[in-house]
């Protein structure tokens, strides 16, 4: 039909496709080779399920490319683009933690009663993962941000959609929060 | 400043950040991280989380970059797709509109010169192709009916019109 036939033009025609696209293929697949990994270990580590992380850093690129306002690498550069990934890594953890958690065991992968032994999991694992899961989610996400990405309260702000003055109090009393968790686990190992 | 927290705090802070704490810092900074909260807090929290990143960085399987650019090339298309079929939906709605309007208006039409249309199809087995043409002959020569007839195609005409022009404005 015709209109779809003019699709492909309106797509891939060219000062719409710059307008539209942050950047080409070459540009996206470095992109993704340097920031791929620390937003797995971001969502992976806040939400503590893997398999979730996998989807959701695939959903974060796809929308990364396919948002309309996505800043461009070439006038904006790749920090930008970078705190724009983030931001909707955080919308997207955000909504699965919104949303209201029903699922049949038919779903559930086998691996998800399986609890891992000590020899699975890593150190940082073992010390972080305990801690981690006595924490809220957005707290989780904060702590995340500033110690593990070293964001300022200003780039977290950006990238959770909270207030910078808020971020700082935030991230005070979960830092605290954590250090104690930290604390008494090694505390624990040590005894 | 917060309550608790250490103006040197952003001294170890930086030496975190460039990866320098603790071989590369005095042994004096060292002496108050061990015994200032706020700053044994920050390196404690900063050192596991470092650590976390770096393991969880490590051990990924990545899905190749082609894909998930194909994946966004493809939700674009049909995004555009859907972009590009929601006037036309618009244009049909609006159609079923004007149609059920106009057998609306009909029904109430014949309800009110009472029951003519039930008598004309009674029969209508009777008189067949006929019948149902003479019918369809008058309807259109009959002045009660022109604008139901009028009604119709106006609002078709406008409607094609709208559609012509809006696919001529998306092709330039």
Redesign the interface.
């Known amino acids: 039909m015709f209109w779809e036939s003019s699709i492909p033009n309106a797509i891939a025609g060219g000062e719409s496709r710059a307008a539209v696209e942050p950047m080409d293929n070459d540009e996206f697949a470095g992109f993704y080779e340097r920031s791929a990994r620390p937003l797995w270990a971001y969502l992976a580590r806040t939400s503590g399920d893997p398999a979730l992380a996998d989807d959701l850093m695939q959903e974060s690129f796809v929308r990364f490319l396919c948002a309309p306002r996505s800043p461009s690498q070439a006038s904006e550069g790749e920090v930008a683009c970078r705190r724009y990934l983030f931001r909707i890594a955080t919308n997207l953890l955000r909504d699965h933690w919104r949303r209201p958690r029903a699922f049949s065991i038919e779903e559930t992968p086998e691996n998800f009663f399986a609890r891992p032994g000590d020899s699975a999991l890593s150190d940082s694992q073992m010390m972080l993962g305990p801690a981690m899961a006595q924490m809220r989610p957005r707290d989780r996400q904060l702590l995340w941000l500033a110690h593990a990405e070293g964001y300022s309260h200003s780039e977290i702000a950006e990238v959770t959609g909270l207030g910078s003055a808020s971020i700082r109090l935030l991230l005070f009393r979960a830092r605290r929060k954590m250090a104690r968790l930290l604390g008494n686990q090694e505390r624990g190992r040590t005894l | 400043m917060?309550p608790?927290?250490c103006p040197r705090e952003k001294e170890v802070k930086q030496l975190l950040?460039r990866g320098q704490w603790p071989q590369a810092c005095a042994s004096e900074l060292r002496g108050h991280v061990g015994g200032c909260r706020s700053c044994?807090?920050?390196v404690?929290?900063?050192t596991?989380?470092?650590?976390?990143?770096a393991?969880?960085?490590?051990?990924?399987n990545?899905?190749p970059?082609?894909v998930?650019?194909w994946?966004?090339?493809l939700?674009?298309?049909n995004?555009?797709?859907e972009r590009?079929?929601r006037p036309?939906l618009g244009a049909q709605i609006f159609a079923l509109c004007v149609m059920l309007l106009v057998a609306a208006g009909f029904v109430g039409l014949e309800l009110r010169n009472g029951i003519g249309l039930l008598d004309r199809l009674g029969a209508l087995p009777q008189t067949a192709a006929r019948t149902l043409f003479d019918h369809w002959h008058s309807a259109l020569l009959d002045t009660t009916w022109s604008p139901m007839v009028l009604i119709p195609a106006a609002a078709t005409v406008a409607l094609l019109g709208g559609v012509v022009v809006y696919?001529a404005v998306?092709?330039q």
């Open positions: 917060m608790g927290t950040e044994g807090d920050l404690l929290v900063t596991a989380f470092r650590r976390a990143r393991e969880a960085s490590a051990g990924v990545l899905p970059p082609g998930l650019w994946r966004a090339q939700r674009r298309r995004a555009a797709v590009i079929g036309i696919l998306e092709k």
